[in-house]
């Protein structure tokens, strides 16, 4: 999967949390984001990526966004590691 690819699966994840409100409203409140600054960043990668940490953090989120989407459930961990904070860290 390129970048490009990772941030398609992104922007599809956010197009399924904002027609739930109830998804909507915990992601800007967990983000602390208002409505218009989502609005106004949405396709900068590092919000793409957030999105995808807000569906990973649930499984429920994950698996409706996937069967939404009619993607396998691996799908957007592999797209995360694509986009910027999804880097896996070697401490050694």
């Keep these: ?3 490009e690819q990772a941030e398609i699966i992104a922007i ?3 197009g399924h949390i904002a ?3 109830e ?3 915990a992601f800007l409140d967990i983000t602390g ?3 218009d600054q989502l609005r106004a960043r949405a396709s900068e990668p590092e919000i793409l990526g957030g999105v995808l940490d807000f569906l990973l ?3 429920k989120r994950l698996l409706s966004f996937c069967e939404a989407a009619d993607l396998p459930p691996e799908l957007p961990g592999v797209a995360r590691k694509l986009l910027p904070g999804g880097e896996e860290v070697h401490w050694t």
């Design 1 to 3: 999967m390129k970048p």
């Design 33 to 35: 984001l208002p409505p």
């Design 23 to 25: 998804l909507l409203y």
């Design 57 to 59: 953090m649930d499984e």
């Design 12 to 14: 599809q994840a956010l």
């Design 19 to 21: 027609g739930d409100d």
